[in-house]
């Protein structure tokens, strides 16, 4: 094939909060050399950006409006990647827990989705990109020649979540850990616009009983299968 007939190729990696695919799609991006798009940071920005604007979680066309008009860009310094708004390297923040809950209600609407749909793709670039999110390979990528839906147990997923978490000096319960899972896993699984789901030609990986680089290899597998 020419590059007329090839586009850029694209691998997408979906699947449910605490799967480990944001660890993974990192990983496979350095290892390709392709660009990475973690489009779950682009809710949190507009999460973000609605808080710090005083908008109403509720009001759909401010929030699209934000979204429509972040100011952003992710800025590579030693292999680590920044989000930076409004010239402010707001990374921590968009990781707090007000802004995760709030980025699970902007999500959820569908003019908000429509608004950041261009800005997803416009990251597809030569030599490649790998999309981490929940509708890469459904919506967002639907030619991508490599889409992985990673999943993991919500037990194994509380627990690795509890494991960072206390790493980090944390102290958490995990059971309210597992719950918190479960509530996202049921509000990502049952919205209307871009529900979390396989695509149909999706290869469901299951790390539940594998290790990060049992399930590196086997997407770079994949990869040396579909695209070469
Ligand atoms: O992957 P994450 O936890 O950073 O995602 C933040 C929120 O955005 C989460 O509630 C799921 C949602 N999200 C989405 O709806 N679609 C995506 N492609 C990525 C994330």
């Not at 480990?20 to 392709?34: E, H, M, R, W």
């Amino acid at each position: 094939m020419n590059q007329a007939t090839s586009p850029t190729p694209v691998v997408t990696i979906d699947g449910p909060s605490g799967s480990g695919k944001g660890t993974i799609a990192k990983l496979v991006a350095d290892k390709l050399g392709y660009a990475l798009l973690d489009s779950g940071a682009l809710y949190r920005l507009t999460a973000l950006a609605a808080l710090n604007a005083g908008v109403d979680l509720s009001d759909e066309a401010r929030l699209a409006e934000l979204a429509a008009n972040l100011d952003i860009r992710f800025d590579i310094a030693n292999g680590e990647v920044s989000a930076v708004m409004g010239g402010e390297d707001v990374s921590r923040d968009i990781r707090m827990e007000r802004v995760s809950m709030a980025a699970s209600k902007v999500a959820a609407v569908p003019a908000v989705r429509q608004a950041l749909l261009q800005r997803q793709r416009d990251f597809r670039a030569a030599p490649g990109l790998v999309a981490d999110g929940r509708d890469m390979g459904t919506t967002v990528f639907p030619d991508a020649p490599v889409k992985i839906f990673l999943t993991a147990s919500a037990e194994e997923r509380a627990r690795r979540r509890f494991a960072q978490l206390q790493g980090r000096g944390v102290s958490v319960s995990l059971r309210d850990l597992l719950e918190d899972i479960r509530a996202r896993d049921d509000r990502d699984m049952n919205r209307a616009a871009s529900p979390l789901a396989p695509a149909e030609d999706a290869v469901v990986l299951d790390s539940t009983d594998i290790d990060i680089d049992g399930v590196l290899t086997k997407v770079l597998e994949l990869v040396h299968q579909r695209i070469g």
